[in-house]
């Protein structure tokens, strides 16, 4: 059951407790209370994640952000995009993040993990496979050796044709090399171009919450989660049977509900395994270092009094940036204006009224324009071998078959008419603060270098302001004005071997000089995959369920 209310609480100690019933941490409620035995809480920042129709249509996913469903944040002001801060949207409904992203499931390269795999060991990733939205023959569109049939949440292909998808394929046919088809870029080997997967189900979102919390998993009674729930810190007890040194920060955590609740109360609430922070790269180290965990000299600095000595916590932050151009389809010359914001708007259509029939079809049937998020196709690329900026640093990337660049190609059009636009952002997905700069105008370049191909001569597509220009400087100067987070912020809380000197978690993702606190989020990876972060995350919560069940055997 989703309580709301503190007092609702049956009990005031738990065999674990979950900090966050965000993507990871959902998943971690499901796995360990798959044993009746263990009292399971989950304490949630923020509100449920039922009903909230903005999160289950897919194509609404660009109305949650700057809502209460978001947490808001902006970074501190960045020198090098001239003192301009950027926004860090993070998800605040039970599911997370996986409640307001856009639903990319992208796994990144077997490179990325076997760069882990000095730290981790086996990885063992797998997931489920579910048909699109529309039943279509996916024969030949996915690899199925890469997928699983058996996990909980849902990943299937686009389940709504757009006009461009034809294009896209042809273009790659046409233009082959980086654009090569890839039937399946999960299947370890990401570079090309092919169809995107999405974690989308039976035509709707499929995020933590509505799969690993679906009602049957929240009927169990030993699983108790708790929304509207801000966890402030933990607290170190000696309880009893454990021993619990002053390096042991160990199983009791306030928690305040939001003070935008009617009452404003604080509890604390008793681990007798474990408490697993799983509150994100940017909740994560905050709530350690309001413990008393991290560096000495910053704590201090803060009014914080140091309880462990651990520097990497809050360091190593990496995400990768991105800029979004748009290209305007001259096709009887009719361009129309940019700046028309209704341009924009999902499924924009010449019959105002389709939207609404949109909306009835989805909510009747499940099918039609909005179970999917606009977005069908990505290309995965690399710089070439001679590339120049390898001559003044090193490649950021795992290894050759990881992309460093990503294209995502958003079509806005059930027919293109006049006027309609196609988007693509462009990304980093190997991010390296001397790499960046480069690596944006290299993505808009490859960008295009798509469009250029002879399969698009008759849209007559045209880059529009402000990329519209090839000198460097120009580039350079758009992308320091434009350029924003991918919302795929890790590393804070990175794993590092045991006993290294750096780090924050061991291997089996438990905290460094502590008992019984893990972390399992996206805080905890030391390098950034190439890919979108959610897959990656699932993959931890999942092997991360493992670790702990093994280890209370
Ligand atoms: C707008 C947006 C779009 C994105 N698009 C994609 C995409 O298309 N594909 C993709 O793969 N990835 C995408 N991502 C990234 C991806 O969703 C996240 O990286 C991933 O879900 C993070 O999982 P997590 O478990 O680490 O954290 P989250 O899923 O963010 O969960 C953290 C949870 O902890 C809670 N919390 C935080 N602090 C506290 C506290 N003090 N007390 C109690 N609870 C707390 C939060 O409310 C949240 O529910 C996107 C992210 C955003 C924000």
Known sequence: VIQESLLALPRVSYEFIIVGGGTAGCVLANRLSENPKWNVLVLEAGPSHENILNSQVPPYVFRLQNTSYDWNYTSTPQAALGGRPVALPRGHPLGGSSSINGMFYTRGSSSDYDRWATVTGDPGWSWRWTKPADNHDTMGQYDPRAHSKTGITSVSLPGFPDAIDTKVAEASEQLGGEFAWNTDTNNGDSLGIGWLQLTIGNGERSSSATSYLAPKYLNRKNLHV?????????????????????????????????????????????????????????????????????????????????????????????????????????????????????????????????????????????????????????????????????????????????????????????????????????????????????????????????????????????????????????????????????????????????????????????????????????????????AHTQAPVYAIAERAADLIKESWK
């Open 226 to 530: 708790l929304v509207n729930s801000r966890v402030t810190k933990l607290v170190q007890t000696s309880p009893g049977n454990k021993p619990s040194g002053l390096e042991s920060i160990r199983q009791v955590l306030p928690v305040q509900p939001k003070p935008a609740c009617s009452f404003h109360a604080v509890r604390t609430v008793i681990a007798r395994k474990e408490v697993i922070l799983s509150a994100v790269a940017l909740g994560t180290p905050q709530i350690l270092m309001l413990s008393g965990i991290g560096d000495p000299t910053e704590l201090r600095g803060l009014g914080i009094e140091p309880k462990i000595n651990l520097p990497s916590v809050g360091k190593n932050l990496t995400d990768q940036p991105q800029v979004a151009l748009t290209w305007a389809l001259g096709i009887n010359g009719h361009l129309r204006s940019v700046s028309d914001s209704s341009l924009l708007s999902p499924r924009r259509a010449a019959d105002p009224t389709l939207p609404d029939k949109w909306l009835e079809e989805w909510k009747t049937n499940r099918t039609g324009p909005l179970t999917f998020n606009n977005v069908n196709s990505i290309a995965w690329t690399r710089l070439p071998d001679d590339s120049p900026i390898y001559e003044r640093f090193s490649d950021p990337s795992s290894g050759r078959n990881t992309p460093q660049l990503e294209i995502g190609i958003v079509g806005t059009g059930y027919y293109p008419t006049p006027g309609r636009l196609i988007l693509t952002s462009a990304v980093v997905a190997t991010p390296h603060s001397q790499f960046d700069i480069y690596g944006v105008r290299e993505a808009i370049r490859t960008s295009r270098r798509f469009f250029a191909g002879p399969t698009w001569e008759e849209y007559n597509i045209t880059l529009q302001p402000p990329f519209d220009t090839d000198v460097d400087s120009e580039l350079d100067a758009v992308i320091k004005a434009t350029v924003f987070s991918a919302s795929h912020p890790v590393g804070s809380a990175s794993m590092s071997p045991k006993n290294a000197p750096w780090g924050v978690v061991d291997p089996d993702l438990k905290v460094k000089k502590t008992t019984g606190l893990r972390i399992v989020d996206a805080s905890i990876m030391p390098f950034i995959t190439c």
